[in-house]
């Protein structure tokens, strides 16, 4: 393989167009100039001059457009989010392993900026003919992202459900209670999630009881993206999740001591989920 390919054949990519998804988060719209091959789950590095390259899940592909939805929490994400239409980054991927499609009766649960990478899961699924819950969890009404797009999508296969931790729109509570009473009330044959650690670590433990098939994104510090650096190491497998996930299964998880207690840092200390 050569380096360029080992890489993520980086290019430059011009922002053309940018939709604020809430007070916090927004989505960058890019044009692809090359054909890239995408799995829903997949991620890529981007480069912000002067600033730093992070990864980032893909959250938006309509070839030749392809999206990236950003929620300022440090220095890279703000100068990203403070950019404009007609910025230039750098971006090279896609990078990882994604989420399997096998499903016909799907409950998808995303917290936070966790649904980015979920949105093509969902439509994917759907395209498939399977059956979608997907449930939208955030702090707060304000807080939601993709709302008012899953909101206003007329699928039949699709149902929408809303947890707030506040209970300022849909469910009040944690994303895990109202899963909790989804599984009460429904058969499912697969559970996907991304979000804080500590809700899918909540969900695995609920989809380990009931011996349902789970699927977790899951976020590390990366240097490389493509498994040359090491730093996005688990313990005690040495999985990297830029090369072995993003997305790992529930039989993987259960062997990670890290997965819902710690994470390290960028010098390598244990910081606690």
Not at 142 to 163: G, M, T
Not at 168 to 195: H, I, P, W
Not at 221 to 249: E, H, N, R, S, W
């Amino acid at each position: 393989m050569k380096m360029d390919e080992l890489m993520g054949n980086p290019e430059s990519m011009q922002i053309s167009k940018i939709i604020t998804e809430n007070p916090h988060s927004k989505t960058l719209l890019f044009s692809l100039k090359n054909q890239i091959k995408f799995q829903p789950g997949q991620f890529v590095m981007v480069w912000i001059p002067e600033v730093d390259e992070i990864p980032m899940s893909i959250s938006s592909w309509n070839p030749p457009e392809m999206g990236i939805t950003v929620q300022s929490i440090g220095e890279a994400t703000q100068a990203l989010i403070s950019m404009f239409k007609g910025d230039w980054i750098g971006i090279r991927g896609p990078f990882g392993n994604p989420f399997s499609t096998n499903s016909k009766n799907a409950l998808v649960v995303g917290g936070g900026v966790g649904i980015a990478p979920l949105r093509p899961l969902v439509y994917r699924l759907l395209d498939r003919g399977a059956e979608v819950t997907l449930v939208n969890a955030a702090k707060t009404k304000k807080e939601l992202i993709y709302f008012k797009e899953f909101d206003n999508l007329a699928h039949p296969n699709l149902r929408v459900e809303i947890a707030t931790d506040d209970g300022s729109l849909g469910f009040k509570g944690f994303a895990t209670e109202a899963v909790a009473q989804l599984l009460d009330e429904n058969d499912f044959d697969r559970m996907y999630t991304c979000g804080p650690e500590l809700m899918m670590a909540g969900l695995y433990n609920l989809a380990k009881t009931i011996k349902i098939r789970f699927q977790a994104s899951l976020e590390r510090f990366m240097k490389c993206g493509c498994g040359i650096c090491g730093t996005c190491a688990m313990d005690p497998t040495g999985q990297l999740v830029c090369a072995d996930g993003p997305v790992f299964t529930g039989e993987q998880l259960a062997k990670l001591a890290n997965f819902g207690k710690y994470h390290r840092d960028v010098v390598g200390m244990k910081k606690e989920c």
